[in-house]
């Protein structure tokens, strides 16, 4: 079957009337009301708008422009050092185990494990970022697009040796721990938030 090109369907739907060019006719059925345009003022724009499939025409492109690596790391938000203290794991422990021992009441939620192993990261997750240089902590939803974690993506597979190389060089990655059994393993840190 040959394709149809725009002005034979636009010479098809101009015999149509409003209630064929409604993409909600059959709601509109359901609730006893006229079938309409929708925002359109006339069948061409109708046509436009179900064709294309937006309510209104595009002034111009839409662009999606991913913020650079320099931008990100100038919107993350430092923390106040003074409420969260580093915990070093000698031993593999529960992290609920392991926040009672060094003398800290565990509140779910406060406590950020090293990432150093391939895991699944939800999007409740919070990530905060430690410099390697200066000790400072960080967190933002940049922290989250620093280690491959955009915006709209549910879980997310993260592996630490396909992180940009700027991040693995610069920062520690902590992942917010969001269950009272998690196992730390040994020789990592673990960052508390101080109530």
């Known amino acids: 079957m040959e394709i ?41 724009e109708r046509f436009f708008q179900l064709h294309f499939k937006c309510l209104y025409r595009r002034s111009s492109q839409r662009e999606f422009l991913k913020p650079s690596y320099d931008e990100l790391e100038k919107s993350l938000k430092r923390l106040e050092r003074e409420r969260y203290v580093i915990l070093y794991v000698k ?62 993506m549910q879980d997310w597979n993260i592996q630490p040796g396909q992180l940009d190389i700027r991040t693995r060089e610069n920062y520690t990655v902590f992942v917010q721990s969001t269950s009272v059994n998690r196992v730390l393993q040994s020789r990592t840190k673990v960052v508390y938030k101080l109530t």
């Open 91 to 152: 031993a593999k422990n529960g992290i609920r185990e392991f926040v009672k021992m060094a003398g800290f009441e565990y509140r779910l939620g406060n406590a950020y494990y090293e990432h150093t192993k391939s895991e699944t990261i939800s999007q409740k997750k919070r990530i905060i970022l430690q410099d390697k240089a200066s000790g400072s902590i960080y967190e933002s939803p940049a922290a989250r697009e620093m280690v491959g974690l955009g915006k709209g």
């Open 4 to 44: 149809l090109g725009t002005d034979v369907l636009l010479h098809i739907f101009s015999h149509l009337d409003a209630q064929s060019l409604c993409s909600c006719s059959q709601q509109c059925r359901k609730r006893n009301i006229r079938p309409h345009l929708g925002r359109a003022e006339t069948w061409k």
